[in-house]
């Protein structure tokens, strides 16, 4: 067997216990996509390999339990509800999962618009004066 006959197997989930719940993490759904990536897009910049949780939180609390509450199809409630310690588990239990989604769709992207935004900066139509040199 290759590993096309793989691909088209269901993903096993990844289970967290979280505040007394066992919760089974699977990637995300198609449908679930376009709520979680208006989540996220607010930290969007700021995700990396190993990102600051408990900065992103002070910084971007709604937008980081809005996307676990997608992510892991739980009422935003139970999610603002949890210890900050249970909520930082199972955000990152959440983004590993979802890592393929953040490596080919999410960081392409950013990094694209990062692009965008640099090569606008550096245009002469904004006010920068072309060198004679």
């Known amino acids: 067997m290759g590993n096309d006959t793989f691909a088209a197997l269901p993903p096993v989930p ?4 979280i505040a007394g719940e066992r919760i089974d993490l699977t990637p995300l759904k198609v449908g679930e996509v ?3 990536a208006r989540a996220v897009q607010p930290i969007a910049a700021s995700l990396s390999a190993s990102p600051d949780w408990l900065a992103l ?4 609390g709604e937008a980081v339990i809005a996307a676990i509450a997608i992510a892991t199809r739980r009422p935003v409630e139970w999610v603002a ?3 900050l310690d249970e909520a930082v588990r199972l ?10 989604f953040f490596i080919r769709r999410l960081l392409p992207s950013v990094t694209q ?3 965008r935004i ?3 900066l550096e245009s002469p139509t904004r006010g920068a004066m072309p060198s004679n040199v």
């Open 34 to 36: 376009p709520a979680f």
């Open 113 to 115: 618009a990062a692009a």
């Open 118 to 120: 640099g090569q606008t």
């Open 91 to 100: 955000t990152e239990a959440v983004f590993g999962v979802n890592a393929d």
């Open 81 to 83: 509800g949890l210890d």
């Open 57 to 60: 939180l002070a910084e971007h």
């Open 14 to 17: 990844v289970s967290v216990e």
